[in-house]
């Protein structure tokens, strides 16, 4: 069927057919078959051997790429992640990776690991005991981050009241408070010498 065939975009020569049924997606290094599209269209060239694939063929062909390794696709992790009202970032930070990874998955410009798959699984089925736990502990991590950082930075405080109000006694534990009080105290002492009690910076 000579006469049928197109001239392939790639190579130039009148060699591109138009070929439907199953569909073989393989390894780019071993050319092994890593998974199989049924009922696909799509043009290949008899010359030079690439492969032409329209929109719709390509996302069939994504979809199976997830499917063949048992993964969730961009769109259910979307699904997922909108069904509990959390942000892109508020979910990265419950699978505890980057905000930009988590963003690649989501737009299907990477894969994510079949661990961290399982796990988006996971909080899917027990999201009141996964993401509540996960949360509330980082954002206790983070308060206590904070003001460890916060008392670094300043030079001079009016009084222990203030910083611990600021961040909420309950995020802190005994020993952070301990070191927060005798922070104050020394930083307040320190400044007692150095000025008559107007904040400097
Ligand atoms: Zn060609």
New binding site residues.
Partial sequence: MRGKAKE?P????E??LHKSGEYLIRHPKTNTIVARVPDLEWEE?L????HFLDDKAISKVEEEKYRSRGLLLPRELKTIRESFGLTQLQMAKALDVGEKTYCRWENGLSMQTKALDRLVRLIAQNPKGLLKNKESEREQAGKIKSVKEYLEKIKWLSGSKFALASYGRSAIGDADKEMITKALRRKKEESGVKNNGREHR
């Fill in positions: 392939c790639l190579c130039g020569r060699s591109l060239c010359k030079c051997g690439e």
